[in-house]
């Protein structure tokens, strides 16, 4: 879920075959009407992760990532959200069991899924989230 700054909440709902991620159509959104994010957050069942408040960071990133387990032939698939800060990305994850994981990627591994993906400058806190 994100709060925008024109007062909205945007819900995920799943895309249609070949359609765009409620993610990518918000970030569409947000850029051709001059929003932001403002809060972002992750609800799984019982579970909510609330990332950093928008003026303490430089931006918001949401993506989806699935785990192989070697010779198992098993995956572990998990949701994650996070804030930027500078060139790094703090991102919590929950799987289908509510199991969290928390790691910092570089942001150039993950800036096609942040509020950032057509900024250039991401070195200070200019609040374009």
Known sequence: MASLSNGATVREMPP?????????????FIA???????????????????????????????AYEVLEIMYSGNQIR??????????KVFMTWVDGN???RQEIRELSEMKVHTTLRDSHDTTTNNNTT
């Open 98 to 100: 509510g199991n969290i």
């Open 78 to 87: 998990m949701q994650g959200v996070g804030s930027v800060f500078g060139d």
């Open 16 to 28: 249609a075959p070949g359609e765009k991620s409620s993610w990518q159509k918000m970030l569409d």
């Open 32 to 62: 051709e009407n001059n929003l932001r994010v403002t809060q972002l957050r992750l609800v799984r069942g019982p579970i909510t992760i609330i990332c950093d408040h928008h003026k303490k960071c430089n931006g918001y990133c949401m």
